[in-house]
C-alpha cells in the first residue's frame, strides 16, 4: 500500500510517501509544496487545493495522512493554517473518502522515534534508520510529512476514537509497540 503523508501550511507543505509492503516500508519519495509565491491568501487556497490534486494524479496514494492542527500563539496563522488544511482535505476527499487521516505531531513523532516531544532533528535520524541511511531532506517540512506517512503506516488498523483519532496511551503507541502490531 502506498501512504502519502501531509505537513500542511499556508506557505508551504511538505510531501512523504512510503510504501508498505508485508512488514517492510519503503521510501518513495518527499518534498515542498511552495505556495508563497501567489501574493493574496485566498488565491493561494487555489493554488494549494489544486497542487494537492496534482499529487494524488501523480503518485495515487492508497490513502492519505494529515497532521492535524497544533496550537499557535497567533490566532491569524492558527485561522490560515486551518484553511490551507481544509483547502487540503477539500481536495483529497474528492477521491479518497474514508482514506483521509490525520494524526497529532506528538503522536507522529511518538510513533516514529519512541518520544512524543522529540526534536526535528530526532525525526530525520528515526526516518534515516527506519527508511534508509541515504535519505537526505532539504525542509523538515519534507521529513515531516514522511514522518506522518509512516506513522499511519505503523499506526493503520488501530483503534480510532469517535473523532477519528488513533486511540493509544497518551494518545499514541511507542515505536515497540507499533512495529509488534506489524507482526500480528
Same mark, same amino acid.
Given at each position: 500500500?502506498?501512504?502519502?503523508?501531509?505537513?500542511?501550511?499556508?506557505? =508551504?507543505?511538505?510531501?512523504?510517501?512510503?510504501? =508498505?509492503? !508485508?512488514?517492510?516500508?519503503?521510501?518513495?519519495?518527499?518534498?515542498?509544496?511552495?505556495?508563497?509565491?501567489?501574493?493574496?491568501?485566498?488565491?493561494?487556497?487555489?493554488?494549494?487545493?489544486?497542487?494537492?490534486?496534482?499529487?494524488?494524479?501523480?503518485?495515487?496514494?492508497?490513502?492519505?495522512?494529515?497532521?492535524?492542527?497544533?496550537?499557535?500563539?497567533?490566532?491569524?496563522?492558527?485561522?490560515?493554517?486551518?484553511?490551507?488544511?481544509?483547502?487540503?482535505?477539500?481536495?483529497?476527499?474528492?477521491?479518497?473518502?474514508?482514506?483521509?487521516? @490525520?494524526?497529532?505531531?506528538?503522536?507522529? =513523532?511518538?510513533?516514529?522515534?519512541?518520544? !512524543?516531544?522529540?526534536?526535528?532533528?530526532?525525526?530525520?535520524?528515526?526516518? &534515516?534508520?527506519?527508511?534508509?541511511?541515504?535519505? @537526505?531532506?532539504?525542509?523538515?517540512?519534507?521529513?515531516?510529512?514522511?514522518?506522518?506517512?509512516?506513522?499511519?503506516?505503523?499506526?493503520?488498523?488501530?483503534?480510532?476514537?469517535? =473523532? !477519528?483519532?488513533? &486511540?493509544?496511551?497518551?494518545? !499514541?503507541?511507542?515505536?515497540?509497540?507499533?512495529?509488534?502490531?506489524?507482526?500480528?
Amino acid at each position: 500500500m502506498l501512504f502519502l503523508g501531509i505537513d500542511p501550511g499556508s506557505r =508551504k507543505a511538505g510531501y512523504g510517501l512510503v510504501e =508498505k509492503t !508485508g512488514r517492510t516500508f519503503k521510501y518513495i519519495d518527499s518534498g515542498c509544496l511552495i505556495y508563497d509565491k501567489v501574493p493574496t491568501f485566498m488565491d493561494r487556497l487555489g493554488h494549494i487545493h489544486q497542487s494537492c490534486i496534482e499529487l494524488i494524479k501523480m503518485y495515487q496514494p492508497d490513502e492519505i495522512a494529515i497532521e492535524s492542527l497544533i496550537y499557535v500563539k497567533s490566532v491569524p496563522s492558527l485561522a490560515k493554517l486551518a484553511q490551507a488544511r481544509g483547502a487540503m482535505i477539500a481536495a483529497f476527499m474528492a477521491t479518497h473518502q474514508g482514506k483521509v487521516f @490525520e494524526y497529532s505531531p506528538n503522536l507522529v =513523532k511518538n510513533t516514529v522515534t519512541g518520544h !512524543g516531544h522529540t526534536n526535528k532533528e530526532g525525526v530525520d535520524k528515526s526516518l &534515516k534508520m527506519l527508511l534508509g541511511a541515504q535519505l @537526505e531532506f532539504k525542509t523538515h517540512d519534507q521529513s515531516d510529512a514522511l514522518a506522518i506517512a509512516l506513522c499511519h503506516g505503523l499506526m493503520r488498523g488501530a483503534p480510532l476514537t469517535q =473523532k !477519528g483519532h488513533a &486511540k493509544g496511551k497518551r494518545g !499514541g503507541r511507542s515505536l515497540k509497540e507499533a512495529f509488534k502490531h506489524l507482526e500480528k
